[in-house]
């Protein structure tokens, strides 16, 4: 059974950091595109950022570019989202994912596994 277990949300004011973490279990982790997305109170869930298995495309949503930075550690199993800098618009709950399908980086319906997401809130 595929599982994914996000942590490392939390409350931080604006201008902090946080680090969001996403074990994998259940499944080869290698070889296997996984992303981040988020929703917000209201609003649909939106593509935060992505990466494909051999790490060779990264992808970020315009909004966050250069603030947030993705990487795995292959080797644990684990997804980790680097949040520097954040904005009370960043606040949403956060979900990892696993890919399954071929659709691009971007696409929510290229994920068959989703996590239960994490919750992250930026105060001013």
């Known amino acids: 059974q595929v599982q994914l277990v996000e942590s490392g949300g939390g409350s931080v004011q604006a201008g902090g950091s946080l680090r969001l973490s996403c074990a994998v279990s259940?499944?080869?982790?290698?070889?296997?595109?996984m992303g981040w997305f988020r929703q917000a109170q209201g609003k649909d869930r939106e593509f935060v950022a992505a990466m494909s298995w051999s790490a060779g495309t990264t992808p970020y949503a315009d909004s966050v570019k250069g603030r947030f930075t993705l990487s795995r550690d292959d080797a644990k199993g684990t997804l980790y989202l680097q949040m520097n800098s954040l904005k009370p618009e960043d606040t949403a709950v956060y979900y990892c994912a696993l890919a399954t399908g071929r659709t691009p980086l971007n696409d929510s319906r290229k994920y068959g596994y989703w996590g239960q997401g994490t919750q992250v809130t930026v105060s001013l």
């Open positions: 259940g499944r080869t982790f290698s070889r296997t595109a």
